[in-house]
């Protein structure tokens, strides 16, 4: 039976080998992130950042646990060492990720902060080979050379774009990246026992009450002005909650468990040319060869990096 005609498996479930449907899923997902730099963007003008960080979280985890519910999936029953790792994975993909990010793109140049996070493709290959086990053959570098190439070719030559002097905000965007990277490889390990919908559901909702927490404890915390939440800000909450952050964590940890960490890394490198796709449709910015020179480096850079060696 070939690919195609097998049925897509529901999110969250385990396929028995990569096909079509998860990567155009994994595509569309990183078009969700892509618009979800500029919604984030506008949301953070008006409010504090960890506040919206903490209302997508909230919203992301209420539709988690209505797909568990959805799906008949019971709640899970993890040892000590499994409840442990759950803990450790909200700590790093949920709560320190959003903490370093959003200090960190307030302290350096987009630029800066769009080439650090395109950076999220090799350190998943390197965290897989020292970490998974897995094998990091030279197709799989190349395309990690590679599309990283298509990306800068983007980010860089953007109209006003331009690169800052090191900087704090750099290393905590770093961070931000190893974080999410050191977090998805738990996910894999923690997807031996569990669905990978009932770990993205337990990691989006402990993640959310370490930033409640957080919220709460922080006197410096900036309450949020009801009044100032318009429909359209409202709507911009509901598809960053929903669509970017809820749908994204079903497929990016399907995609985990199914494609593994390094494969599944380079669809990364998509979200800057969604993301500037998103400002020639929208901001009008002017379209160049520059952007055919990233989509080929990142269309050769992804399928070098995630066919069967």
Not at 97 to 103: D, S
Request: aromatic share 8%.
């Amino acid at each position: 039976m070939s690919a195609e005609a097998v049925p897509p498996a529901p999110l969250g479930a385990r396929p028995a080998a990569p096909d079509n449907s998860l990567r155009l899923m994994l595509l569309l997902t990183m078009a969700f992130w892509g618009g979800n730099l500029s919604v984030v963007k506008l949301l953070v003008e008006r409010f504090d950042p960890l506040v919206v960080a903490a209302a997508r979280m909230v919203v992301a985890s209420l539709v988690l646990w209505a797909v568990l519910r959805w799906r008949g999936l019971a709640l899970p029953r993890p040892s000590a060492r499994q409840a442990m790792g759950f803990v450790v994975c909200a700590l790093l993909m949920v709560y320190l990720n959003q903490m370093v990010f959003m200090l960190g793109v307030q302290r350096t140049a987009a630029a800066n902060a769009a080439l650090i996070i395109s950076l999220n493709p090799l350190v998943s290959a390197l965290v897989a080979a020292l970490w998974l086990g897995d094998r990091l053959t030279p197709a799989r570098l190349a395309g990690v050379v590679i599309g990283f190439g298509g990306v800068a070719a983007v980010v860089l030559h953007r109209p006003g774009a331009g690169l800052g002097h090191g900087s704090l905000g750099d290393l905590l965007v770093l961070g931000s990246v190893v974080t999410w990277v050191a977090g998805g490889a738990l996910v894999q390990r923690l997807a031996r026992q569990f669905d990978s919908a009932v770990i993205s559901a337990v990691v989006y909702t402990l993640g959310t009450g370490m930033l409640l927490l957080h919220l709460l404890l922080d006197p410096g915390t900036v309450a949020p002005d009801p009044s100032r939440l318009t429909l359209s800000l409202g709507l911009m909450l509901l598809f960053s909650g929903l669509l970017a952050t809820a749908w994204g964590a079903l497929v990016w940890n399907r995609a985990l468990v199914t494609l593994g960490v390094a494969r599944t890394a380079l669809y990364a490198y998509w979200v800057p040319i969604f993301g500037v796709l998103f400002a020639v449709l929208v901001l009008s910015e002017p379209l160049t060869v520059w952007h055919g020179v990233g989509l080929a480096g990142v269309l050769t850079g992804t399928w070098l990096g995630t066919r069967s060696h």
